[in-house]
């Protein structure tokens, strides 16, 4: 089954895992289901978890063509994940994937999803390069 945590641009930041793996653990599914996400875990996260998986599916990375039934390969020696697709496949899946909609339209959580950047860049807020320098939309009248 896959479980996917469409990251900052369909909410607000990358989501804390830990009632995820909680509950994965109080099924007695700790020692035989791995995790992958593209959230975040506390320190109280224990089992086989691979978190902050960037590009997040929210951006159109290769996790959003992860499906049900994909074999994912967690390589611990090698320190590596991958997902048992061709390229191609990989590829014809993300041309037809779409982005999440927004959680929020208004607001400061609408304002954050806007501007937050991607976990692998520290999930940090920055304004976008497609924004004119200086400028806000023409309705508030104000400038940055």
């Not at 937050?116 to 309705?139: D, E, K, Q």
Request: glycine share 12%; aromatic share 4%.
């Amino acid at each position: 089954m896959v479980i996917r945590y469409e990251g900052p641009r369909g909410g607000p930041g990358m989501r804390e895992m830990l009632q995820v793996t909680a509950a994965l653990v109080g099924a007695g599914l700790g020692d035989s289901v791995a995790l992958l996400t593209d959230g975040r875990f506390s320190g109280a996260t224990h089992g086989l978890m691979a978190g902050h998986v960037a590009p997040e599916a929210a951006a159109g990375g290769a996790i959003a063509a992860v499906r049900d039934g994909d074999t994912i390969v967690f390589d611990i020696p090698k320190r590596s994940l991958s997902v048992e697709l061709t390229d191609a496949e990989i590829q014809k899946r993300l041309a037809t994937w779409k982005p999440p909609q927004p959680r929020y339209s208004q607001g400061v959580m609408a304002k954050y999803a806007l501007l937050v950047s991607s976990a692998s860049l520290g999930a940090i807020t920055a304004v976008p390069p497609s924004f004119a320098a200086g400028t806000v939309p023409a309705s508030s009248g104000r400038t940055l």
